[in-house]
């Protein structure tokens, strides 16, 4: 591995191998997300907690200060909409002379594995992949599942995780599912997990320690913490968990005894 490739993920990847990504590309296909209307309003507090912004280029140009210390994490697949016939109908939306100017460590692309686009979107990744491996670029695939969240199991995971790899993913982002070591084991790149729509509290410091005990190397998870009341505490107490091994009782702790230090 070039010298170039090795910076980009020591930016992404902590000492210890894990991070905690903060992805706000919802807007891509959802339009103005809740609490993401305004991106840069929502992410201000958040972002000193961050090893990287998740971020299309529209919102990275006119969202984010220029002078920030957090990696970008430029997404580049898009090109369909959540009212639209069909989510899975992506193509790439960058070049990459774009994601060089952006100055971005690491490039997204989503793969459909199981959907009529499926071929469509994993070619999007094996051609993004040869561009960016020329500039010592990685690429971070994310298995989407659409509108279909009932597909988020280990098998259909663990496959979609593989073939991701198998394409050249250096990092692959999916979402946490119930046995998720079997999704991990498969996979020879890391894994990294999604949120999904919000869920109740404890619940997601739950999965969250559940998962990086079966081998996830962090999170790349927006909704659960920036629609959160609390998204400070949120994002601190989910940070113990990745980068100090915290507990799930002593990630709750810390987000009780936050939370109720916030008289915001
Ligand atoms: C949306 C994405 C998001 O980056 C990903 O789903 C993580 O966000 P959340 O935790 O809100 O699900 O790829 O297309």
């Known amino acids: 591995m070039d010298w170039g490739m090795k910076n980009r993920l020591a930016q992404l990847f902590a000492k210890d191998g894990n991070c905690m990504f903060l992805p706000?590309?919802?807007?891509?296909?959802?339009?103005?997300?809740?609490?993401?209307?305004?991106?840069?309003?929502?992410?201000?507090?958040?972002?000193?907690?961050?090893?990287?912004?998740?971020?299309?280029?529209?919102?990275?140009?006119?969202?984010?200060?220029?002078?920030?210390?957090?990696?970008?994490v430029l997404r580049v697949s898009g090109g369909s909409s959540v009212i639209g016939a069909d989510l899975a109908n992506e193509e790439i939306t960058t070049s990459i002379a774009e994601i060089i100017r952006l100055n971005a460590s690491a490039a997204g692309v989503s793969v459909f594995v199981g959907t009529d686009y499926e071929r469509q979107s994993l070619m999007n990744l094996a051609k993004l992949v040869n561009e960016c491996e020329d500039y010592g670029i990685p690429v971070m695939a994310v298995t989407a599942v659409g509108k279909e969240l009932e597909k988020r199991d280990a098998r259909y995971l663990a496959l979609c995780c593989r073939i991701a790899a198998e394409l050249g993913a250096r990092v692959v982002k999916t979402y946490w599912c119930e046995n998720f070591d079997k999704v991990v084991d498969g996979c020879p790149v890391p894994v990294i997990m999604a949120g999904g729509p919000k869920v109740e509290d404890k619940g997601v410091i739950e999965f969250v320690h559940d998962g990086m005990q079966r081998g996830a190397k962090g999170v790349n998870l927006g909704r659960n913490i920036w629609q959160h009341e609390h998204p400070v505490a949120m994002m601190r107490a989910l940070r113990s968990i990745i980068h100090e091994s915290a507990g799930v009782e002593q990630a709750w702790d810390m987000f009780n005894t936050l939370k109720n230090a916030d008289k915001s």
């Open 24 to 72: 706000i590309d919802h807007g891509y296909f959802q339009g103005p997300t809740r609490k993401l209307e305004k991106p840069g309003n929502t992410v201000a507090p958040l972002m000193q907690y961050a090893d990287g912004l998740f971020v299309t280029r529209g919102v990275l140009r006119n969202a984010i200060d220029p002078a920030t210390s957090a990696p970008v």
